[in-house]
């Protein structure tokens, strides 16, 4: 199929949702997703028009009605404004909205700060559909891929969390996502698809339905639970808490290895490689590369993947369901047990044909971006320094920075920490300064404090559990606020940044977050903490895939005692201290990139490529390949392989990359 400007393509990515798509072309002669005609289109407009694709099928072509339907939520469910949005303008509309209009939205909500091009007129009237149009069609309908994955681990990472409000008046960063080479994966069964009618008459089937096993990065040796509490689990003892709650274990093989499928008595009889110990990475992995420790554990389980047809573009959406994924427990050693789940269904594509831009991700966070030489608290905060003592206030370790590398070695420097990085679903990543309480007035007034001495004439900002069952509560640390943070609310961006607030109300064009928790036992406190960096690159390859998913890790204790009533791990009646909150983990065939920059707020220390991890190579970077269209309809899907992962600052782990590996066999 030929592929409508091409060089015009780019990629989105809904970072709080799970929505990665390719995008394409210039501004339109309205605006297109203004689904409320107010000049300007939210994401929760993105978010109307992406339900309508899913769950209204449009009569008169391929997509979704853009009248909207009983399944869109609120009184007003339609978006007639996204049913014009074809690249070069001039589409005339049918009353569908296809996948190429949904790029062309996402790729102006990237580009424009409203959403909206230069010259776009709101239009509060919904457009009457017109004759059915030959332009682009969607890629609906969806079908079924599923992806049984290697043995796999990971760690507890801490994100901050993308917000939705946009700060005025700073730096603003642009990102832009696009989509890996799709490849497949062994499909069985696969059932004969009803065709699907294009816009311009002909059929286009769906990819079908395909169960794809990954390769584990570690021989493993399992079997499934016979009786018990958990009938059809897998696993690898008849008891303890990888066992089958007083079931039996039957039929253990060899997942992965020089003898998959052969009979086993225990993993040692599957072999002694160790994929996810190598650099490259070899097999389905998940590591977490810290300066201190990195697990590098196998991934086994699965998920399912539901690919619809692919429309005149070539281009297919990708679903995966949450209630689908599966992953195992996996031991962490001297930590627990890792349970990874995932927090909400997931949407990407697959590029079938190729071609497409920026299929490559390249995600960067500097711990330190405060100028050198300045003191960052204290009553001689902002002034120039070389040690320390001239920085006179509660605690003088660590006042004066002495820690940035630079942006030679780094992102760049943020003196007034209001940096934000918009993301292409239209919330920010906003740069953040470290300990969390702030000078309420006087000279120093939004600046980092310890305590009251740092604030001349004035005082420093009390903390609060900003959530949960102990909302609003005054604490000391962060175990006191149960699914919640120990900390001063402050606004990041808008007119009243830096400002004590309760609420986003009280920021207006900011967000009110905290940064970190209170740190007053470190030396971090005022160090400005870059928000994540997000740059694309490369071409798509025929096949190319490329879909965010939200995935929360959480850890139980080794002794058990948070398995809950059936005494297993990673089931539904555990007992966590507190449920994690998913990070949005974008995966694809192309390649994954992470740099963490003044790791840990140590001069020039890094997490990247060449760099060193707990004392070998980091695995910062990882290459996917690429599945194939015409070979996943035949069952043929050796060789895929989908990376991922995100930095993160200031976890249990100090700073961290966490990067994922699933690789077909």
């Known amino acids: 199929m030929l592929k409508a400007t091409r060089n015009a393509v780019a990629t989105a990515l809904i970072v709080g949702g799970t929505l990665l798509t390719v995008l394409a072309g210039p501004a339109q002669a309205q605006c297109p997703g203004d689904c409320n005609g107010n000049g300007m289109v939210s994401p929760g407009e993105n978010q109307k028009v992406i339900s309508i694709i899913l769950l209204c099928p449009c009569t008169t072509g391929i997509g979704g009605e853009a009248a909207g339907c009983a399944a869109i939520p ?33 790729s102006n909500v990237i580009n424009f700060e409203t959403g909206c091009p230069p010259g776009a007129v709101p239009t509060s009237t919904p457009t009457t559909p017109a004759a059915v149009s030959t332009s682009t069609p969607t890629n609906t309908p969806i079908n079924t891929v599923t992806f049984t994955l290697p043995p796999g681990d990971t760690a507890t990472p801490t994100n901050t969390p993308a917000n939705t409000a946009t700060p005025t008046n700073t730096p603003i960063d642009t990102a832009t996502f696009t989509l890996p080479p799709a490849n497949t994966a062994t499909p069985t069964n696969t059932p004969t698809s009803t065709p699907t009618a294009t ?138 047990f890792a349970c990874v789940t995932q927090g909400a269904d997931a949407m990407g594509i697959i590029d079938c044909d190729g071609g497409s831009m920026n299929i490559d991700q390249l995600l960067e966070i500097d711990h330190n971006t405060s100028p050198s030489g300045v003191c960052m608290r204290g009553s001689n905060a902002g002034g120039a320094c070389t040690m320390d003592s001239q920085c ?8 004066c920075n002495l820690f940035n590398s630079g942006p030679a070695n780094g992102l760049p420097d943020d003196a007034t920490c209001t940096r934000t990085i918009m993301l292409p679903d239209g919330s920010s990543s906003i740069a953040c300064p470290e300990g969390e309480r702030v000078c309420v007035g006087g000279v120093n007034v939004g600046r980092p404090c310890l305590n009251d001495p740092d604030c001349p004439s004035s005082t420093c900002s009390a903390t609060k559990c900003g959530s949960g069952p102990n909302v609003g509560m005054a604490c000391t640390e962060d175990v006191e606020c149960p699914q919640s943070r120990c900390a001063s609310y402050i606004c990041r961006g808008g007119s009243n940044n830096g400002n004590v607030c309760d609420a986003n109300d009280d920021c207006p064009s900011g967000v009110c977050i905290p940064c970190s928790g209170n740190d007053t036992a470190t030396n971090h406190t005022g160090v400005c903490r870059s928000p994540t960096r997000f740059t694309q690159s490369g071409t798509f390859a025929p096949g190319a895939m490329l879909i965010p998913v939200p995935l929360a890790i959480q ?46 707020n140590l001069n020039n220390d890094q997490i990247a490529p060449g760099a060193l991890c707990s004392g070998l190579p980091c695995v ?6 690429a599945f194939s269209c015409a070979t996943l309809a035949t069952s043929v899907t050796a060789g895929g392989r989908i990376v991922g992962g995100f930095p993160a600052a200031d976890t249990l782990a100090g700073d961290i990359a966490t990067v994922f590996q699933f690789e077909s066999q």
């Not at 589409?91 to 790029?103: D, F």
């Not at 006179?392 to 006042?399: E, F, I, L, N, R």
């Open 199 to 336: 816009q311009g008459g002909s059929t286009t089937p769906p990819i079908g339905i395909h169960s794809i096993s990954l390769l584990p990065g570690r021989p493993l040796c399992r079997g499934m639970c016979v009786g018990g509490s958990a009938p059809g689990r897998r696993c690898e003892f008849d008891g303890g808490s990888s066992g089958c709650g007083g079931g039996t274990c039957q039929n253990k093989v060899c997942y992965g290895g020089a003898m998959p499928g052969t009979t086993c008595v225990s993993s040692f009889a599957c072999g002694a490689a160790n994929g996810c110990a190598s650099t490259p990475l070899t097999g389905s992995c998940a590591v977490v590369q810290g300066k201190i420790v990195t697990p590098r554990l196998p991934l086994l389980g699965s998920l399912m993947f539901d690919i619809g047809a692919p429309d005149a573009n070539g281009v297919a959406i990708v679903k995966i369901p949450a209630a689908s994924t599966q992953l195992d427990a996996q031991v962490v050693s001297g930590i627990g």
């Open 392 to 399: 006179p206030g509660v605690s003088t370790t660590g006042a």
């Open 620 to 625: 910062a970077e990882l290459t996917g390949g």
């Open 555 to 600: 850890l139980l204790d080794t002794d058990g005692s948070q398995n809950g009533p059936d005494a297993l791990p990673c089931t539904a009646d555990d007992t966590p201290d507190a449920p994690p909150a998913p990070v949005t983990v974008v995966l694809g065939t192309g390649k994954a990139t992470l740099k963490v920059y003044d790791a840990n």
């Open 74 to 106: 609120g009184t007003d469910k339609q978006c007639t404004s996204a049913d014009r949005s074809t690249p070069g303008g001039g589409q005339v509309p049918n009353g569908c909205i296809s996948a190429g209009e949904l790029q062309a939205i996402i």
